[in-house]
């Protein structure tokens, strides 16, 4: 029998979401883990610690996966310690790919976020306002220590050389799957590709007009889930809610859109696209049949870069601070 893939997984600044994609495999990760050897996974599968990572030789492990943004000083340095240890780097998911929703907090300085999170909130007592602080002295003789908050959130690619993507948030399962196999068995696109079919929500979506032929109508009014469900057939979009099925990729098989929930883009850019957001502002202009309907997108979504950038602000060319 072939040698084991050797394989490690890191969650940086990531919910561990896309970690119970893997989960989510099912049968089908036992399959995986009969040609695959799990020899890191932290800080929340295996029990081992982040030095047992920085003591393996470069190049040891075969695969890797991160999940999760880079915000933290502590992600940073085991992003950069797991690419000198692996041959073939994954950024597994949206945050990893692009910067997630996490990702939108890059809109605010870290003063605002730190007033909002530690001073403003109703449930919070901190009369003297204390701010977490990267090191601290307890009594004069505990050294105290935290990970460095840095100025903006990063992708993965910001730091590191990126092998390989997969988008989703979190990656539907049975992409994952197609993903994983493709990994095992080498079948796999140049270095630097998105692990995509390649199609779009639209072209999996059972509400796509062009499956039944149907003309595409201008859109007058602008709606959100929150002013009354869609209707159960139809293009969303034709229905007035903003959906962003057109430029993002369908390797989720249009879930969002199977249980009447607008696309809000966490797959990530179809090919081609370089900053989604601005694609998206371009495609949603598309179907807006007069100023009156450009009012009423603006006035259901005033921060409009929250609803273009949802998951890949970082990733954009703006980066940050868009107002």
């Not at 029990?47 to 075969?62: G, R």
């Not at 962003?244 to 966490?266: E, F, H, K, W």
């Amino acid at each position: 029998m072939a040698d084991k893939i050797k394989f490690a997984f890191l969650l940086a600044g990531g919910c561990a979401g896309c970690e119970m994609a893997l989960v989510d495999l099912s049968e089908n990760l036992l399959d995986a883990l009969e040609h695959i050897e799990v020899v890191f996974w932290a800080p929340t599968v295996a029990d081992v610690k982040y030095k047992d990572l920085e003591a393996m030789a470069d190049k040891s492990i075969d695969l890797a996966f991160v999940d999760g943004m880079v915000r933290l000083s502590e992600h940073e340095h085991m992003v950069r310690v797991l690419r000198a240890k692996s041959k073939i780097l994954v950024a597994f998911g949206a945050c990893a790919s692009l910067g997630g929703i996490p990702g939108m907090a890059n809109i605010h300085t870290n003063d605002e976020l730190f007033k909002q999170a530690y001073k403003d909130t109703f449930s919070t007592e901190n009369p003297d306002g204390v701010y977490p602080q990267p090191q601290y002295f307890l009594d004069g003789k505990y050294d105290l220590t935290l990970p460095a908050f840095q100025d903006k959130v990063r992708t993965i690619q910001d730091l590191v050389e990126v092998d390989y993507y997969v988008g989703g948030c979190p990656p539907h399962h049975s992409f994952v799957a197609k993903a994983v196999e493709a990994i095992v068995t080498g079948n796999l696109p140049p270095k630097g590709s998105w692990l995509t079919s390649g199609k779009a929500v639209c072209d999996v979506c059972k509400r796509n007009p062009a499956n039944e032929e149907l003309e595409r109508l201008p859109v007058e009014t602008v709606k959100r889930t929150v002013d009354g469900m869609p209707e159960e057939k139809g293009c969303l979009l034709q229905h007035g809610f903003v959906c962003l099925g057109p430029i993002t990729q369908g390797d989720c098989g249009a879930s969002c859109l199977n249980v009447n929930m607008p696309c809000r883009g966490c797959g990530g850019p179809i090919p081609g696209i370089k900053d989604y957001g601005a694609r998206a502002v371009s495609a949603i202009g598309s179907i807006l049949g007069s100023e009156a309907a450009t009012d009423s997108l603006l006035e259901k979504f005033p921060v409009l870069s929250k609803l273009v950038y949802r998951y890949s602000l970082p990733a954009s060319r703006l980066k940050s601070n868009v107002r």
